[in-house]
């Protein structure tokens, strides 16, 4: 069966640290893989989503990056963390042609 | 406009009886999901159910059963005998485009809490 794994699951920085958070899918081949937000009390947002390795699109300009080295691999990223980066950050995958995207457990970041 | 509208911030029910919670949605594409998410306070979003635009028949899932009707835009969540454990963030999502589309990309609501108390 397939899984997905997100960590760190919680995760304290300074305003102006680096960041990288990492998931991974196992069990299957070629996700659509994506990266969402949700700030408290809010739903969703979209930030990045990629369909293949090196593909990557961005849905909300900021100061986050994502990449795709490995097929089932996702990593995000920011070179200076923001006060307004804190939140709750979900990894999330599908089938290519599946339709039901599946979520990782979510890692907490509160920039400080 | 937003996409997916849940009008109830937040829900309560007693235990063993039945809940709905509201949404409502607004897209042109003929083409669509929706799905139902459950979000636990650890924060987890757990996959509860999912409504194609041109499935006949509303969907089902042990005891969530989605009330789907098109002409209204709507894609109800109806809990059937509520547990103490339901008590969660629901959030309805939609996704344009058919099951191939290549983005695949949900749009939320802001969601209902619900609350099942004894």
């Known amino acids: 069966s397939q899984t997905i794994h997100q960590w760190p699951a919680t995760l304290v920085q300074p305003v102006g640290s680096p960041l990288s958070l990492e998931c991974t899918v196992e069990?299957?081949?070629?996700?659509?893989l994506y990266w969402y937000r949700q700030a408290a009390g809010r739903g969703l947002q979209l930030l990045f989503y990629?369909?293949?390795?090196?593909?990557i699109s961005s849905e909300v300009p900021q100061n986050l990056s994502a990449s795709r080295p490995q097929d089932r691999q996702f990593i995000l990223s920011s070179k200076k963390l923001l006060l307004s980066d804190s939140g709750f950050y979900l990894c999330?995958?599908?089938?290519?042609?599946?339709?039901?995207?599946?979520f990782g457990e979510g890692s907490w970041l509160t920039v400080v | 406009a937003q996409k997916i509208t849940q009008t109830q911030p937040g829900m309560f029910v007693q235990e063993k009886e039945a809940v709905t919670l509201d949404c409502t949605y607004d897209t042109s594409d003929p083409s669509y999901g929706l799905f139902w998410y459950k979000q636990p306070s650890s924060g987890e979003m757990i996959f509860l159910i999912y409504?194609?635009?041109?499935?006949?028949q509303n969907a089902t899932e042990g005891r969530y059963s989605l009330n789907f009707q098109k002409a209204r835009k709507s894609a109800n969540l109806v809990i059937s005998a509520s547990q103490l454990g339901d008590s969660a963030m629901y959030f309805c999502?939609?996704?344009?485009?058919?099951?191939?589309?290549?983005?695949?990309?949900?749009?939320f609501g802001r969601g209902t809490q619900l609350t099942v108390w004894p």
């Open positions: 409504q194609g635009s041109y499935d006949q």
């Open positions: 990629s369909v293949g390795i090196g593909q």
């Open positions: 069990g299957t081949s070629n996700p659509n």
């Open positions: 999330a995958w599908r089938q290519q042609a599946g339709n039901t995207i599946y």
């Open positions: 999502a939609m996704r344009e485009g058919g099951r191939g589309s290549t983005l695949g990309r949900l749009y």
